[in-house]
């Protein structure tokens, strides 16, 4: 049966797809150690592997890649949460699935394979060892940019003809407390967290350029989410803040403030940043440890 390779730098990824076909398919799934879902999808994508016999030379390939430490192909596959899926063919992504829903992976691994989906009845029992998808906090899933309906932790096990009905029963505070009880999690997801316009490598306004030239200077390693993607997050930290601006710095879970803030901060203080910096910035000039974080 097939297994999940483990990819721990950028050399390797890049070795190891060399060494396949162009014809391979690779399953690429982004995680962090952090994220609770991450785990769920690990044990999706084993039993998913263990039903495909290996070949030589290999038709698939599973990897598994910490999207924290290879900040640089996490960027690449513009990886802004974890779980994320990117399935790739001859150095073309051909679909990504973003979250741990176990019938969506395997419906994309399956379909790009070639492989006939499992029923429910299949003999072997392999669709009943996938386990469900692991609901964390009510939000938006997103496949291929295409968002689905929030589910409520306390119906994750609904029929379809009861999710129907589920909007009906969620009122408008239940919906924000959810947003905001996500987004307590997402600003402590990391020591150091910017929520910025884009990513650290391609920024989408001046202020976050600024910014992360800022905490490259210093070498801070932080996290980073990309409130373009997520117009819940976008939104709902304003408010969550009481802050209406991007980007927002924040520091052991409390905000720091936006890039004015932040300057000023240094400039009372010349080691502000020193309890989250690494030894030294390299050589070199390589920018610090940058984090993904989870929107799922």
């Not at 398919?25 to 994220?35: C, D, E, G, R, Y």
């Not at 200077?217 to 209406?244: M, S, T």
């Not at 690494?278 to 390589?286: E, F, M, N, Q, R």
Request: glycine content about 6%; hydrophobic content about 35%; charged content about 20%.
């Amino acid at each position: 049966m097939s297994t999940i390779t483990e990819i721990t730098s950028a050399p390797d990824f890049n070795s190891h797809v060399a060494s396949l076909p162009h014809s391979t398919l690779f399953v690429i799934s982004f995680h962090t150690p952090w994220a609770a879902p991450c785990a769920q999808m690990r044990t999706v994508l084993s039993t998913l592997a263990s039903t495909y016999p290996p070949t030589n030379p290999p038709t698939i390939s599973f990897l598994s890649i910490n999207a924290e430490d290879l900040p640089e192909i996490s960027e690449t596959y513009d990886v802004t949460a974890v779980p994320f899926l990117v399935l790739v063919r001859d150095g073309k992504v051909l679909e990504t699935v973003s979250g741990s829903d176990a019938s969506k992976v395997r419906d994309a691994v399956e379909r790009h394979s070639g492989k006939e989906s499992a029923s429910v009845g299949d003999k072997n029992g392999v669709i009943s060892k996938i386990p469900p998808a692991l609901e964390t906090t009510p939000q938006s899933q997103t496949t291929n940019g295409t968002s689905a309906p929030a589910k409520n932790p306390a119906t994750q096990s609904l029929t379809a003809s009861d999710s129907q009905t589920t909007p009906q029963q969620t009122s408008p505070e239940v919906v924000k407390e959810a947003l905001f009880e996500r987004l307590r999690n997402l600003v402590s997801a990391a020591p150091v967290m910017l929520f910025m316009k884009g990513t650290p490598s391609a920024p989408q306004c001046g202020f976050s350029r600024q910014l992360v030239g800022i905490l490259r200077e210093k070498g801070v390693k932080y996290g980073f989410f990309n409130i373009l993607a997520d117009e819940d997050v976008r939104q709902g930290l304003k408010e969550f803040a009481d802050w209406p601006t991007f980007p927002q710095l924040w520091i052991g879970g409390e905000l720091v403030g936006g890039l004015d803030i932040v300057k000023e901060e240094i400039s009372n203080d010349p080691d502000f940043f020193k309890d989250y910096s690494v030894s030294k910035i390299p050589v070199d000039g390589a920018a610090a440890p940058e984090a993904t974080v989870a929107a799922t």
